[in-house]
């Protein structure tokens, strides 16, 4: 048997492994997420095979997945570590986004699933950004320090053919585990020399893949951007004032911008541009 803590925020949970196989598994999954953390675990999925080789997850008992997919127990085990470790969160503000780091800057892409954080936040880190997270950020209470869930990038089958061109000969690496819906890309595969850092946010983007437009950069003004950040924050329900107080005071300290785009052309000179300038 094997157990291993992961620990984000101010939640700890415990995942149980009984094979080799799947305590690889485990570790490939999280290996950016620390073991140590603020408080016990206050909840145990384990994962176990029957005697037919099924793949079981549960979570205190309670069944989540069974079958014989390795990939399909990897993305149920990934979305229910998620959901549990954002569940009890209440020390911080906890944004469904991506981060990535430049010169020892830190920017976060809050979004909403298909706004292209993930397939931009590959082209970033292929082109000298340092990858974080593609999922969720934390910041402690009157803190720009961010802690980034350390996840493999999870990308969509519909940006496959950009992954694909991104990744060059890496692209059928063994590592990349291809789930139902997405498949799950270290980051290393696509630039080697990425750096795992928790660097204070200098910048906010909200970006948004629009094939039909053009590109635009809209410089938000601190309400509006307090009202984007409130549609991502993904545990309002545990803080004061639903995290409404909280989450303003962070867009009045740090600059966002809107950022809609149908292509990387001038993305890469727009945010390294303005963060430069900072």
């Known amino acids: 048997m094997?157990?291993?803590v992961l620990s984000f925020g101010d939640s700890s949970i415990e995942i149980v492994t009984h094979s080799n196989e799947t305590g690889d598994l485990v570790e490939m999954l999280f290996k950016g997420v620390p073991e140590q953390g603020m408080n016990p675990p206050h909840a145990c999925l384990e994962i176990s095979q029957d005697g037919d080789r099924d793949y079981r997850l549960t979570r205190d008992e309670k069944e989540i997945y069974k079958g014989d997919s390795l990939a399909a127990l990897a993305n149920s085990l990934m979305n229910t570590s998620i959901y549990n470790l954002a569940d009890k969160c209440s020390?911080?503000?906890?944004?469904?986004?991506?981060?990535l780091g430049w010169k020892g800057k830190g920017i976060i892409m809050p979004a909403q699933s298909g706004h292209g954080k993930t397939t931009l936040s590959a082209w970033l880190l292929s082109n000298g950004?340092?990858?974080?997270?593609?999922?969720?950020v934390y910041l402690p209470l009157e803190s720009r320090q961010v802690?980034?869930?350390g996840r493999p990038l999870n990308v969509k089958y519909g940006a496959s053919e950009i992954i694909d061109d991104l990744l060059g000969d890496n692209?059928?690496?063994?590592?990349?585990?291809?789930g139902p819906i997405a498949m799950l890309v270290p980051p290393h595969l696509l630039r080697a020399g990425n750096k795992t850092t928790e660097p204070e946010v200098d910048m906010i983007f909200f970006p948004h893949y629009r094939a039909d437009t053009e590109f635009s950069l809209?410089?938000?003004?601190?309400?509006?951007?307090?009202?984007?950040?409130?549609s991502c924050l993904v545990n309002a329900r545990n803080l004061a004032g639903d995290g409404f107080p909280a989450t303003v005071g962070l867009a009045r300290k740090v600059p966002a911008?809107?950022?809609?785009?149908?292509?990387?052309?001038?993305?890469?000179?727009a945010i390294t541009g303005l963060l430069d300038e900072t």
Request: net charge negative; with cysteine.
């Open 2 to 4: 094997q157990v291993r």
């Open 91 to 99: 020390s911080g503000l906890l944004f469904h986004a991506a981060c």
């Open 129 to 136: 950004f340092d990858y974080l997270t593609d999922e969720l």
């Open 147 to 149: 802690m980034c869930f």
């Open 171 to 178: 692209k059928g690496d063994e590592s990349i585990v291809a």
């Open 218 to 230: 809209e410089k938000l003004s601190a309400a509006q951007t307090g009202m984007a950040l409130m």
């Open 257 to 269: 911008y809107r950022m809609t785009y149908p292509s990387f052309e001038g993305v890469l000179g």
